[in-house]
């Protein structure tokens, strides 16, 4: 994996990926947010060696360098899923490889339905602790202890400096932001009515099929990791609708400029 990473940054070293101060992985409807940035290089993801490659048509899969709030960023335009076959290592070799690049914050965003019937579609969770219903870890692998502690401490796994920021962030600018827990489940099929009560029965809040494992592999780099939800669906086992895939994309780029602003001040305080 070393020699991977390895090659995967000298890579992009060369074509301008200099520096970079923090690292954010753009999920689901919420690609726009590379237009705020002054864009220095970029790489699509098949040109990077040992990358995957995006396979969902709604994810860009690109690598994007530059200057946002007067910070250097990598920002990835599309992400990784085990559901389109991929392994918790491919998953999550992007984080390993902005990390090596020099990376010393992660944001992440993702789509995801609301378990909890408070939540509505198009606000925003922030997400305090999750539930990993993936089946695996992207830390199970011969040598990991190599790269970092193996038993890695998930007992905060979010930042909570981070995450008071973006409380604060979010109650200056009136954005109504949810906290809760995220479930990670490994689709692509979405969940059934006895699903969805099982999640609610655990203290899932939401649930979505992507960010834990970025987050094991966070931590396991003592990477200090936030984490935003845009609720684009309402999963209530008793009222429940046919999913509409488009509508979920369509109501995660409405709440984008509420996450972009977020971000944005976020960053500034970084």
Do not use: W
Not at 65 to 71: I, L, N, R, V
Not at 80 to 90: A, K, N, P
Not at 114 to 124: F, L, R, T, V
Request: contains cysteine; aromatic residues 8%.
């Amino acid at each position: 994996m070393k020699k991977d990473i390895q090659e995967a940054v000298d890579y992009l070293k060369k074509i301008g990926f200099d520096a970079p101060e923090i690292g954010i992985v753009l999920g689901t409807g919420l690609g726009k947010f590379v237009d705020e940035i002054d864009k220095e290089a970029f790489a699509s993801y098949n040109q990077i060696p040992n990358f995957p490659t995006a396979t969902v048509e709604f994810h860009q899969g690109k690598l994007i360098y530059g200057t946002f709030e007067g910070k250097k960023v990598v920002v990835m335009q599309g992400r990784f899923h085990l559901y389109e076959g991929y392994s918790t290592y491919d998953v999550t070799f992007p984080i390993r490889v902005m990390h090596e690049l020099g990376i010393t914050k992660l944001l992440v965003s993702n789509a995801a339905g609301a378990i909890n019937k408070g939540y509505k579609k198009g606000e925003m969770m922030l997400i305090d602790d999750h539930i990993n219903l993936q089946g695996g870890s992207p830390l199970a692998f011969k040598g990991v202890e190599e790269m970092g502690e193996r038993f890695v401490d998930m007992s905060q796994p979010y930042d909570a400096t981070m995450n008071k920021k973006i409380e604060d962030i979010a109650e200056r600018n009136n954005i109504n932001i949810q906290k809760g827990v995220y479930a990670s489940v490994m689709g692509p099929q979405l969940e059934t009515r006895a699903e969805y009560r099982y999640l609610g029965i655990i203290g899932a809040d939401a649930v979505g099929m992507s960010t834990v494992p970025e987050i094991i592999v966070a931590n396991h780099l003592n990477l200090p990791v936030a984490a935003v939800s845009v609720i684009t669906d309402e999963c209530d086992p008793d009222n429940l609708q046919p999913v509409n895939i488009q509508e979920i994309i369509k109501i995660a780029g409405k709440a984008e400029p509420d996450m972009i602003l977020l971000f944005k001040e976020l960053i500034k305080e970084l």
